[in-house]
């Protein structure tokens, strides 16, 4: 049996960003069942869990999942291999968040056990955009896929970096509304 790992995804809240940790996240399995990338994490507000945030998954753009976070803002779910996804969080008072995830694997599963691809999604709260659209967020923060040179499903960093750069200047509008407004 083969071990493919997975990067780990953290969010950072203030950013709107998704980074990756130097290395691969070394952790066991969710499932044992080939054919699926495991998906875990947690949802904060930066600093707190978040208790009854909606995750919504989509496959190919029709919705097939929700469920809510626990008590500890954490979630888990499987992703079939050779499609693609995209995982929306909602929750009121926060701006939604989305991770889009292309789960193409470019060689035979038999035998392949993929390690969680780990999240840790930081919530923007709605009122940090007071007075700006925050319509130029409604792309996903991340977009995941193989990446056949590092061995394992990475994340896009001009794709984040693109998204960090809208964040920032989303906020840097907001800062000057509200100046204005005082």
């Not at 500890?72 to 992703?79: E, Q």
């Not at 929306?88 to 889009?100: D, H, I, N, T």
Request: hydrophobic content about 40%; aromatic content about 8%.
């Amino acid at each position: 049996m083969r071990c493919i790992p997975s990067c780990s995804i953290v969010a950072f809240t203030l950013l709107a960003a998704v980074a990756l940790p130097n290395g691969p996240v070394q952790a066991q399995p969710v499932s044992e069942e080939e054919g699926l990338l495991p998906v875990m994490g947690r949802v904060t507000d930066g600093e707190k869990k978040l208790e009854g945030c909606e995750v919504i998954t989509y496959r190919d753009n029709e919705r097939v999942g929700t469920f809510t976070t626990d008590k500890s803002g954490k979630f888990a779910l499987g992703l079939a291999l050779g499609r693609n996804f995209s995982i929306e969080f909602r929750k009121a008072g926060f701006v939604p968040k989305r991770v889009q995830i292309d789960t193409h694997f470019p060689e035979p599963t038999e035998g392949v056990v993929f390690e969680p691809l780990v999240m840790d999604i930081g919530m923007l709260a709605g009122s940090k955009y007071n007075g700006v659209s925050t319509d130029e967020l409604d792309f996903p923060f991340a977009l995941i896929r193989y990446d056949a040179r590092a061995g394992m499903f990475a994340q896009d960093p001009e794709w984040t970096m693109g998204m960090q750069r809208t964040n920032g200047a989303l906020l840097l509008m907001a800062g000057r509304v509200e100046k204005r407004e005082r």
